[in-house]
Structure formats: C-alpha cells, structure tokens
C-alpha cells in the first residue's frame, strides 16, 4: 500500500518501461532540427523557384525555370545514370553481402570479434576508405602493372569504390535479421521434405526481408547524392547528380539551379522510401 | 552454398574489406617520395606531416569541432532519448521519422542546405558553423544509441528508487544516468567519430581557409597520392578505430542487444 501511494505522489506513470520523463526534454534537439536543419531545408525548395540576378544575387522569380532547365535530355541522361549506379550499389552489395551475413549469423565462431571487424570500417573515413583505392587501382600499382590493365578512372572504378564503401551498410541490418532466425526452422523443413533451396525460399528468405529492405534503403538512398567516389576514383569525368550539385555551389555559383536538382533528389528518396515501406508492409502482412 | 563455400566467401569478404586499408598503412611507412615504390621502412612521414602547419592547423581544427560536436549532440540527444519512448503514438512517430530523416538524407543535399541556409541568416562560415551542422545528425546518432539503452534497461530499478521514497530529480541522478552513462558515452564517442571524419558537410559550410583533415586530403588529392596524404589517412584511422573499439566494447559490456551497427 505504501508503494501504490508514494507511486501516485511521484505523479504520472508510463504504461510500461522507465518513468515517464517530461516531453520538453526533446526541445532543445527537436528546436536544434527545426533550426539547422527543416529550415535550410525549406530554404532550397524556395531557392529552387528562384533565379540568379547579376553575379551572386538571388531573384526569389518563384517560377519553374529551374526545373524546366532540368527537363532536358542532358539532365535526364544523369538521373538515369545516377539511378543505375544506386540500384548497382544495392544489387551488388546484397549479392555479395547477403551470403556474408548468413555466415555470420548461423555459421561464424566468436561473432563478436567478426562483427566488430564489419562495424570498423563502417564507421572509418569514408573518404580515406575511397582514396585507398586510388592507390590500388594505380597502374603503377604492383598488382595492375602485372596484369596490364587500368581501371583507374573508369567507370569500373566507380563500381568497385560503391561495393567496397557501401556493403558494411548493407550487412550490417541484414545480419541484424538473420540473427534473430530460429535455424530449427530450416532444419525442420528440410527434414519435412524440403530442399536446401525451397527451404531457403520459403523459410530464411522471408524472415530475413526487413533486413533486406532496410539493407536495400541505407544503400540506395546515400548513392543518390553520392559524390566523392565518382569525383576520386572516376577523375570526376561522369556526372552523377551529386556531381551536378556539387559544381552548381563550389563552381558555378548557380545556387537555384543546384537547389532544384537537390530538391529533385529529395523528392525521389520520398518515393523511394514510401514504396519500400509500403513492401516492407505488405511482406510483413505476408509472412505474419 | 554449404557452409566451406560460405566460409570461404566470408573470408574473400574480409580480405576485401580490409586490404585497402592496410595497404594505404603499409605505404604510410614507405620511406621513398614516390609512393608506390617501397624503398625501405621509415616513420619520415608522419614527422613531415606533424611539421606541416597545414596539416596540423586542420587537425585542430577537426579535433575541436569533433569534441564540441559530441559534447553538444551527447547533451541534446540524451535529452531527446528520455522524452522520445514515453510520448504519445501520435506524436511520436512524425518525431522519428524526422531523427530517421536526419540521418538518410543525403549529406550532399544537407550541405548545400545549410550552406544556403547559413549564408541567408547572416551566420558566417567557419569553425562555428561546422560543428552547428555536424550537431544535426549526430545528437540523432546519439539518441538512437541511448534510447536503444533507455528503453532495453526496464523500470524495476527506477520503480524501486520511487518506491523508497526518491523523487523524478534524485531517481535521475543516482539511478537512470549511471545506467544510462555507458550508452551516452559510446553514443559520443561515435558523434566524435562521425564529425572527425565528415567530408561532405564540412566541404559546403566551413567556408574559405578553414580546413579539416578530411578537407585537406580531398584538396590535396588534385595532386595525386603521396606519402604525407597516407601518413595524415594514418593517423585519422588511428583515432577513429581506438574510439569505435572503445565505444563497442562498452556497449557489449551493458547491453548486449543494442548492436549491431551502432
């Protein structure tokens, strides 16, 4: 009895977990967002309507020049090239990190170490990560100067630097999937009759699709924007539409123009996310 | 695939993961100019590097924005970790999506963002408004590691502190934050990590002839490689691989269920 009634005296109880703390704890950060970070972001879609006056003045038009100038086949050329390089980046590093992760998950001895050994480089410089390979793709390079072959600053180039950087993000949600798996599962299939790729199908494939789809999000939505690879190991001769984004503010001082293209970016990451969601959703439904 | 194929896969894997790396280590200590001739073991370079006022004004620099940046996003982000789980459904969920927003967002696009946005509010650029940028997503880094921790660890503790007669400020002090103090801890050490190595943000908000490591190495690979570059990448993962080790092992050791990935 006592305790019910120095519980009342403390006041207000959360339904489940920790005591409740006051909801104005989140101000700061959320005021810190509102700031630094919706606000600059509702500043280039109003940038994206503008248009530039003399050298470095900004004419607020509110029209969809921009956009129009983007509408054009040079442009589309590079949006399409940018989608490629993203839906690249997701199939290869699911490719090569999917089997990886099943490894890890059901097979690897002392996990923790091998899983450390993943996060590093996820969390290491990812521009000195890209700039490593400047140096292995060298012709000079012992390797290359043997076999006689220059990929740097090719398009291969840009294909290996996107695996190499982005597959840590990728294993990492789909390890986090296939470790929760009950193996028994796959081992009653296959006792049940199933084969090894039936079991594989109709078992670890399903469970693992969350990790699948948020593995698929943290890579493809990041290639979207994706500058420096392209700009380091393909000697900035592709553009991408971070290329684009990058040259309209640190070279041709066309800030509305480059807010369009970013605002365009946006828009196609919103789709993007709504659409593996709404998969993520019904494979949810699906498997129960 | 059976389980050798697998293993022999994972192997590949890692061997891919990491020779970069070493590869870039090995040649910081190759004492020859030219960097892809070895000619002979020696630590010149990093002496070079150490002596150079460039490199060692952008390391300040990259030092005291990446300590700021983790004080103010361990402040903001546990604040926003304690308040977040207990909010209603209705509010809550567009919270999340924007501390999700703030991390998938291309940096690119957050850059120019911020470079537009700092130069209409009249803000100039530096020291000040990289570490204002870098805040933005690392107290979200910081929230999700501390929340994970936060709502992981269960009432009973702080149910007990109430029990015996303890208010909300007290129960704080002396029950949740010591609980929550490993998680804050490695939650900053990663917000520390994550600004040291920042390019894309830095690049459009630091404004001209203020520098950072990572800055100085994109700028100076318009020349190439070469054996200072690899001396300075050297020293950068150096820090950044002692601080996430540091930051891992103290998440294991309190709660085991918040890995992987952060």
Known sequence: ?288 | MGRKALGAHALVVYAFLYLPILIVVAYAFNGGRQTLNWEGFSTRWFGEALRDDTITSALRNSLLVALGNAAVACLLGTMLALALPRMRRSTRIPLDALVTMTLVTPEIVFGIAALVFFSHAGIALGLKTILIAHVVFNASVVALVVRARFVGMGRSFEEASYDLGAGPVSTFRQVTLPRLAPAIVAGGLLAFTFSFDDFYTSFFVSGAGTSTLPLFIFSSLRFGVSPVINAVAVLILCLTVVAIVVAYLILRRSSPKTLPGL
């Open chain 1, 1 to 288: 009895m006592a305790a019910v009634a120095a519980r009342k005296r403390w006041g207000r109880r959360a339904r489940g977990g920790a005591p409740s703390y006051p909801g104005w704890l989140a101000l700061p950060a959320l005021g810190w967002y509102g700031a630094f970070f919706l606000a600059p972001l509702a500043f280039i879609f109003a940038y994206s309507f503008a248009e530039l006056s003399g050298f470095a003045g900004v004419d607020f038009a509110w029209n969809l020049e921009n956009y129009r100038y983007l509408w054009d086949p040079v442009y589309g050329e590079v949006f399409l090239r940018t989608l490629g390089l993203a839906g690249f980046g997701t199939a290869a590093t699911l490719l090569v990190g999917f089997p990886f992760a099943y490894w890890l998950a059901r097979y690897a001895p002392a996990k923790t170490l091998l899983l450390l050994l993943v996060i590093l480089p996820f969390w290491t410089s990812f521009l000195i990560r890209t700039y490593a390979w400047l140096i292995i793709l060298d012709p000079d390079f012992p390797l290359f100067r043997a076999l006689d072959v220059n990929l740097l600053y090719s398009q291969r180039a840009i294909y290996i630097g996107v695996v190499y950087n982005y597959l840590p993000l990728m294993v990492l949600p789909l390890y986090a999937a296939l470790s929760r798996m009950d193996w028994a599962l796959v081992e009653a299939a296959q006792d049940l009759g199933d084969g090894p790729l039936r079991a594989f199908r109709r078992i670890t494939l399903p469970l693992s699709l969350p990790g699948i789809v948020a593995g698929s999000l943290l890579v493809f939505i990041p290639l979207t924007g994706e500058y420096l690879i392209p700009a380091i190991l393909g000697g900035n001769k592709t553009a991408y539409a971070g290329t684009l984004i990058a040259q309209q503010f640190s070279e041709a001082h066309d800030w509305p123009f480059g807010s369009a293209i970013a605002v365009v970016v946006i828009a196609g990451m919103t789709v993007v996310l709504v659409a593996f969601s709404r998969l993520a959703a019904r494979g949810e439904v699906a498997h129960g």
